[in-house]
């Protein structure tokens, strides 16, 4: 089993910047990649950024590149998501997620993982 812990949401103005959090504890040696997610209300979740634990691949959905990067300390097993310009529309419950299993679909898609964290709240305002 692996557990999931994010941190670091809060409320910031649109073109401001949030660093988010995700900490990993338990069979952590079990996960082959990691990623982010978020909600808004009366959307679907999404994918917005992947890192396979096991390498250095990232994978970021065409709305994020640029602007936000994902990454992860393998000492602490931390993953991380480093939100720049951020927009009124991402506005968003943010989810970290860890895949133990192999899927060979898109790292961005939420059936490529088995283990969620409870999210972060990541409010952006004009």
């Known amino acids: 089993q692996v557990q999931l812990v994010e941190s670091g949401g809060g409320s910031v103005q649109a073109g401001g910047s949030l660093r988010l959090s995700c900490a990993a504890s338990?069979?952590?040696?079990?996960?082959?990649?990691m990623g982010w997610f978020r909600q808004a209300p009366g959307k679907e979740r999404e994918g917005v950024a992947a890192?396979?634990?096991?390498?250095?691949?990232?994978h970021y959905a065409d709305s994020v590149k640029g602007r936000f990067t994902i990454s992860h300390d393998n000492a602490t097993n931390t993953l991380y998501l480093q939100m720049n310009s951020l927009k009124l529309e991402e506005t968003a419950m943010y989810s970290c997620?860890?895949?133990?299993?192999?899927?060979?679909?898109?790292?961005?898609?939420?059936?490529?993982?088995?283990?969620w964290g409870p999210g972060t709240q990541v409010t952006v305002s004009s």
């Open positions: 997620a860890a895949a133990s299993r192999v899927y060979f679909g898109s790292s961005l898609s939420e059936n490529a993982y088995n283990y």
């Open positions: 338990g069979n952590t040696r079990s996960i082959l990649f």
């Open positions: 890192f396979y634990t096991r390498g250095t691949n990232t």
